[in-house]
């Protein structure tokens, strides 16, 4: 059964620090992958979506990696703000209409 | 505006009084799914939809019932809530679930069941 795994649960870093969000998966048979931020009180927004095909994918100070063969994913924020203080969420597409969640890392930037 | 819309987006009711949980988007998706966010469990899949008529379970489904009569409409029924029912409740679409589209967010309902 895919289980995804998100580490650290929390983070803290002061402004202007590049970070790196680590995302893994038991099961390499993904579909995608795709980022989210949860804010409070709010739903998810959609960051970026990988496919199983691609290794990365880039927008803006954002960008993630993906290595099917280890199960893992990487989100790196450049330069960071305290703007991007919110909960990252990864998710793994594993049929064609069944996603998996992890628990997500909280990030607080200290400005 | 695109986005997904979910009604009430607060509701504290009791054991066993039914309670539907709206779901709309504008986007014309072809795909709609309910998710529950419990602390220390992330999200789970409750049902989704691949189209009109057409509902599946997710990895979570016992309490819920679905209807997909209308593409722009999904909405979530809980016949007779428990407390474990409790938890924050997120409805999503996308154009295709069997693609390569990101999933779109409402902002959720927090349902207490007392």
């Known amino acids: 059964k895919q289980e995804v795994t998100q ?16 995302c893994s998966f038991t099961d390499s048979a993904i579909y995608n992958l795709q980022w989210f931020r ?6 998810l927004t959609s960051l970026l979506l990988i ?3 691609q290794r990365e994918q880039t927008s803006g100070r954002l960008n993630a ?15 960071s703000q ?8 990864c998710a793994v597409r594993v049929a064609a209409y069944k996603y998996i969640f992890g628990t997500g890392t909280r990030l607080k930037v200290l400005a | 505006e695109a986005q997904v819309t979910q009604n009430p987006r607060y509701l504290i009711t009791v054991t066993g009084k039914k309670l539907t949980v709206t779901c709309s988007q504008n986007m014309n998706h072809e795909y709609m799914s309910w998710y529950r966010q419990d602390p220390g469990l992330g999200l789970r899949q409750i049902y989704y939809s691949m189209n009109v008529e057409v509902t599946d379970k997710g990895d979570v ?10 593409k722009r409409n999904f909405p979530l029924i809980l016949e007779s809530p428990s407390p474990n029912q409790t938890s924050l ?3 999503a679409s996308s154009l295709s679930g069997g693609g390569n589209q990101p999933q779109h ?3 959720g309902t927090r349902l207490s069941i007392l």
């Open chain 1, 7 to 22: 580490i650290p649960a929390a983070l803290s870093v002061p402004e202007g620090e590049n970070l790196v969000l680590n």
């Open chain 1, 65 to 79: 990696s993906l290595d099917k063969s280890s199960g893992r994913s990487t989100l790196y924020i450049a330069a």
């Open chain 1, 38 to 43: 949860q804010d409070p009180g709010k739903g």
């Open chain 2, 89 to 91: 409740y997120f409805c």
């Open chain 1, 51 to 53: 496919q199983s095909s």
């Open chain 1, 82 to 89: 305290p703007g991007d203080s919110a909960t990252y969420l």
């Open chain 2, 61 to 70: 489904p016992e309490g819920y019932k679905v209807s997909r009569k209308e």
């Open chain 2, 105 to 107: 967010f409402g902002d």
